[in-house]
């Protein structure tokens, strides 16, 4: 933990710790058996990077395999074919220095928000007394004083995601995974946790890789959008958004010409795939 | 009962309020002394109509007892204990093998329910053995515990242990099985080891699996020492209601039924605190908060 700290302070430790935190996903094939015994093609050479430091939204029809991809960003998961690797290395195992705020609640229910957020500390074997201390620090930063000692099913569905938040930035990730973590939210919620997302992750600036289908939320938050085809998912588009940081409100910024531009140039190219995505699930339910 | 009445005072307010609050507590208070009326008006029924009917000799209270002759022989038993020690001393020798059987039984079949729900290996390798051996009428095993081990306590505990473990380990094993994946997929990225997993994760997902299975193993536990104890044995309440029937004493066997009752309903109370404590974050389920 100590040594964490001194990398993020000190400029030269600073750009090591960068560099080992670039990913790249190069030609990421996954395939399923289905129960009926078929192999089912999940993703198709998917390739992108993800520079360090860089904040990155996948956006894709539903089904196309982005949670897919994430299992094996974070070594969850092995790809088919294809790899992974982070700073160079491909990954293998869970991958270093990564922590990731999954699609559905993954908040152990017993134990407290303090006692949650303590997870991944412990888990490094951080002192009991030096770990406490930050994971108060932590839910100050996410606006949780006072709820230590709840248990998650006392919380609000926004809270919940807040202590998320907290346990999965409280190890300072060089790599951070979120699967649609304000998916469930109400749009004031979600609006105010990404304007707190992207403070946060300016004081840490770990490579996000974000997904979302929400694409105001990721011309707002990213640097890079990456639009993926309907199942099976490959890369249609990437795009790279220019709007200046630091970006402020989440709410303010989507009324910005260039904003709007972007974000109707990422629509058209999503809208064929989303379609597409609708038909075949829509077909198949007939 | 009184979640029914809440909602629909919520609209009134000031006093309103009050007085609807009242009148829930004025209900959930006239639920409770209509349920223990009931409750003891069935007692009276029962034993009322037992006395009643082997007093008027419709059924023979030398086969079938009488509640007021078990109530004597009980006194009697406290008092003058039995021909093989004190009844204290005997209820404690059943107690003890029990208790040691039970917490053996419970020990090892947590241990073996986390590590074969675990292991898709060893669950594979085992499991035709555990079923085999399970189902092996676990009675019979008490007659081999007694020749192998002689008649003092070990084949008590050993029996009341066997049957305690097969209860725990299913329901462990299962409980293990049905972790949530993502928090198991969770606690692999922010970094535990597989025993910190196991301790994090695993046990404390299993324990409501885990402590649902121990209310009915305590009851079995008892069952354990008192065959044990009928098979063959120098003291233990098995062994008083064995002379009981030898001796055609119907009210001796009813005297020490009761007294396992009591024993087993202590044991289900302490269990049932057990449970509150280390369960207490689970969220109360809405049949939970209606019930007793
Ligand atoms: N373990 C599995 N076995 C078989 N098929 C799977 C498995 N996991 C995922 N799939 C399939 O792979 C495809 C991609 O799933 P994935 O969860 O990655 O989609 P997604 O893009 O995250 O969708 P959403 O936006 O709805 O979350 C789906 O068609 C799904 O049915
Ligand atoms: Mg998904």
Not at chain 1, 217 to 244: C, H, N, Q, W, Y
Not at chain 2, 5 to 29: E, L, M, W, Y
Not at chain 2, 61 to 72: L, T, V
Not at chain 2, 277 to 282: E, I, K, N
């Amino acid at each position: 933990m100590a040594s964490r700290n001194d990398v993020a302070t000190s400029p030269i430790a600073g750009e090591i710790h960068r560099d080992n935190a670039r990913i790249e996903i190069s030609g990421l094939t996954k395939r399923f058996l289905t129960p009926a015994g078929e192999v089912f093609t999940a993703l198709q050479g998917v390739s992108f990077t993800v520079e360090p430091g860089q904040f990155c939204a996948v956006v894709g029809p539903t089904g196309c395999g982005k949670s897919t991809t994430l299992g094996m960003v974070s070594g969850l998961d092995r790809p088919s074919e294809g790899s992974v690797k982070v700073g160079g290395r491909e990954v293998d195992g869970i991958t270093d220095g990564v922590s990731f705020m999954f699609q559905a609640d993954a908040l152990l229910p017993w134990k407290t928000v303090l006692g949650n957020v303590l997870m991944g500390p412990i888990f490094r074997g951080v002192p009991k007394q030096q770990a406490q201390a930050s994971a108060r620090d932590w839910l100050r930063r996410v606006g949780l004083t006072g709820f230590e000692d709840r248990y998650p099913h006392q919380l609000s569905g926004g809270m919940r995601k807040r202590v998320a938040m907290a346990a999965a930035l409280i190890n300072e990730p060089k790599i951070l995974i979120m699967d649609e973590p304000f998916g469930a939210l109400d749009v004031q919620t979600k609006a105010i946790m990404s304007t707190e997302l992207l403070g946060l992750w300016e004081q840490i600036r770990p490579s996000v890789i974000f997904i979302t289908h929400d694409l105001d939320e990721a011309v707002a938050l990213a640097d890079r959008v990456v639009v993926m085809t309907s199942s099976p998912g490959s890369v249609k588009a990437v795009f790279d958004i220019d709007l200046p940081r630091p970006r402020g409100s989440v709410q303010e910024i989507r009324f910005q010409p260039r904003f709007i531009e972007l974000q109707h140039q990422i629509w058209e190219t999503l809208r064929e795939e989303v379609e597409r995505a609708y038909a075949r699930t829509a077909g198949g339910t007939a | 009962m009184s979640t029914t009445s809440t909602p629909s005072a919520a609209p009134v307010t000031g006093n309103g309020q009050a007085s609807a609050a009242a009148a829930a507590k004025r209900a959930a208070r006239r639920r409770i002394a209509l349920v223990w009326a009931g409750r003891l008006g069935l007692a009276a029924v029962v034993l009322g109509g037992w006395q009643a009917f082997t007093t008027w000799g419709i059924v023979d209270p030398f086969f079938f007892g009488q509640p007021s002759g078990i109530w004597k022989r009980l006194i009697d038993l406290f008092q003058h204990g039995t021909e093989f020690g004190s009844f204290y001393q005997n209820i404690w020798t059943t107690i003890q093998e029990a208790l040691v059987g039970f917490a053996a039984g419970a020990v090892t079949g947590v241990v073996f329910g986390v590590a074969l729900g675990q292991s898709r290996f060893l669950s594979d390798v085992l499991g035709p053995y555990i079923k085999m051996v399970n189902a092996i009428p676990r009675i019979v095993l008490g007659s081999i515990f007694i020749v192998a081990f002689g008649i003092g306590v070990t084949p008590k505990i050993l029996l009341a242990a066997v049957l305690v473990f097969f209860i725990v380990f299913f329901n462990a094993f299962q409980g293990v099985r049905e972790v949530d994946r993502n928090i198991l997929a969770n606690a692999k990225v922010l970094g535990a080891s597989q025993l910190q997993i196991i301790r994090h994760v695993i046990v404390p997902s299993a324990l409501t699996w885990i402590i649902a299975s121990l209310h009915s193993a305590f009851g079995f536990a008892i069952v354990g020492a008192l065959v044990g104890e009928v098979l063959g044995a120098q003291s233990g309440l098995g062994l008083v209601i064995k002379t009981a029937q030898n001796n055609f004493d119907p009210n001796g066997v009813f005297a020490t039924m009761f007294v396992i009752a009591v024993i087993v309903l202590g044991a289900e109370w302490l269990i049932g605190k057990l449970e509150h404590r280390l369960l207490s974050w689970r969220p109360p389920s809405p049949s939970e908060a209606n019930l007793l």
